[in-house]
């Protein structure tokens, strides 16, 4: 099928998903092309499959704002025509929905018809749609949508909570490629970032305000008390430099590592001995998934679709948001002994391969079907 999928280029949940989707569906055949305005940031080979076309936004002095979703929704149509495409997915609703859905109108009137694939991710839904300004040309695009799906069943209970939603949603989680990380490397080289009786706890995120940056500090300060442990930080984002300097002033800033975004997430995570996830807001978790098929267990708050990724006592432990003395104890309690550590790890391992991409593929596969053989159903009668 030729697949044409937006999403956004950067670091960041979403656009990761969108990224590693595209590269399997190519794997399999699929000819798919990613329409985004930058080269998203995992895509590193262009395969014979794999098409990227960048979306450019001219300045003109008069709009205060430049309209990103006028220039998609005219390339969207462009790239569909020129290269035939049979089918859109479109990654976070805002305002990839609305410009999709504003392209194949265009189409339409040409006789092309291009059923729309929509795929919420999460704070397009918990944060950013549900804001009075926005919300009405969320619900329109997701209602417009042809198939909708939710990257866990919390973010779908929160969506039909939010929104007037008339269609289906189907719960597609998000996934991981086993046989990349069994492929990876066996020397971790810890030692480049702590001693050899030092545990080392990673954070990886964007560094908004979602992920609670400060309890990661506090719990970090906290477990550092009874156990040797350096921090490592991976990302960039507003909360940043808040941290560094909360860092300073709790006296560890030489036990916590800030390395900015890296596109070597698995090359540190090799080297994790547990993952902090204390999130205010999170409909899956994506970095959590990403920690456990690599062997580090999750330390992490019960907020939205964590609980579906991360079991309670089995792959890590959940605390409530903002329980800092919680979260402390469970990450003493999986580092303090060797043994435990090593089953977490192992136990982690093990529950991440449910969401292999070997599962996940074939349900948006058959979305893809459902979807194109409705679309020519409709057409037809
Ligand atoms: O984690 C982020 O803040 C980035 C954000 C995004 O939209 O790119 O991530 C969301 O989508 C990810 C992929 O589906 C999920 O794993 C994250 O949980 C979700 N983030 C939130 O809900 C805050």
């Known amino acids: 099928m030729k697949i044409a999928i937006v999403c956004y280029p950067t670091f960041g949940g979403s656009g990761v998903v969108a990224t590693e989707l595209g590269i399997a569906l190519a794997n399999r055949g699929h000819e798919v092309h990613f329409v985004t305005y930058r080269q998203p940031v995992r895509l590193e080979l262009l395969n014979n499959n794999i098409y990227f076309h960048e979306v450019n936004v001219p300045e003109y002095p008069l709009f205060h704002y430049q309209p990103y979703e006028l220039a998609l929704s005219s390339k969207l149509v462009d790239t569909i025509k020129l290269f035939g495409i049979e089918l859109l997915h479109v990654h976070y609703a805002i305002p990839h929905a609305y410009a999709g ?3 194949k109108k265009m189409l339409e009137e040409e006789q092309i018809f291009v059923p729309m694939v929509t795929t919420l991710h999460g704070t397009d839904i918990t944060l950013v749609g549900k804001h009075p300004f926005y919300k009405p040309a969320v619900t329109f695009s997701i209602n417009q949508s042809d198939v909708v799906t939710s990257v866990s069943e919390n973010l779908k209970q929160r969506t039909l909570e939010f929104f007037d939603i008339k269609k289906e949603i189907a719960v597609v989680p ?3 490629d086993e046989k990349k990380y069994s492929l990876s490397f ?3 080289q810890r030692s480049l970032m702590a001693n050899d009786d030092e545990k080392i706890i990673t954070h990886i995120s964007n560094f908004r305000k979602v992920k609670r940056i400060p309890d990661i500090i506090a719990v970090f300060h ?19 430099e808040g941290a560094e ?16 975004n890296s596109n070597e997430i698995d090359r540190i995570l090799c080297f994790s001995d547990l993952f902090l996830l204390p999130s205010e807001s999170e409909s899956f978790g994506l970095a959590a998934l990403e920690a456990m098929i ?5 330390i992490s708050s019960n907020a939205g679709g964590i609980p579906e990724v991360n079991k309670h006592g089995v ?18 309690r999986v580092l303090r002994d060797d043994a435990v550590l090593d089953r977490f790890k192992e136990d982690a391992h093990r529950e991440a391969k ?6 996940v593929l074939p349900l948006y596969e058959q979305i893809y079907k459902k979807a194109y053989d409705a679309r020519l159903h409709k057409v037809y009668n």
Do not use: H, W
Not at 222 to 227: A, E, F
Not at 354 to 359: G, Q, T, V
């Open 101 to 103: 859905y504003m392209a």
């Open 174 to 176: 998000n996934f991981i």
């Open 186 to 188: 066996t020397d971790c």
């Open 222 to 240: 906290k477990v550092q008390q009874s156990i040797p442990a350096k921090l490592v930080m991976v990302g960039e984002g507003p909360e940043k």
């Open 245 to 260: 300097r909360l860092c300073d002033e709790l006296g560890i800033a030489e036990k916590v590592i800030f390395l900015g």
């Open 294 to 298: 690599n062997k580090v267990p999750v």
């Open 315 to 332: 792959t890590g432990y959940l605390s409530d948001i903002g329980d800092i003395d919680d979260m402390a104890e469970n990450a003493i």
């Open 354 to 359: 449910n969401f292999d991409i070997l599962k």
